[in-house]
């Protein structure tokens, strides 16, 4: 289920991410500019399939892969994954 997402959190959000980036948003831009149109359609689909469940898990990103909280930046897992939609359709 949602391959592109998990891709997304293991290579983006490693372990040394914040040496790279200051913020998740810039996770986020740095995916936009190294990733083809159609992984970044990808991940607003795969975003989508996440946001249609009925729960989403507080778990997720660490469940998938990825070394970074949203309740470090005071969100839901739900919450952030909806500011990562916004911020895709930004770029």
Known sequence: M???LHYFLRNY?????MIDSSSSEMVVKKFVSSESAEMITGLRN???VVLALES???S???DWGGNYSPKVDGLSTR???E???VWLERE
């Open 2 to 4: 949602c391959p592109i």
């Open 13 to 17: 959000f490693h372990q040394d991410w």
């Open 46 to 48: 795969d975003i989508e």
């Open 56 to 58: 989403v898990s507080d």
């Open 60 to 62: 997720l990103v660490y």
């Open 79 to 81: 919450a952030w994954l």
């Open 83 to 85: 500011s990562v939609r």
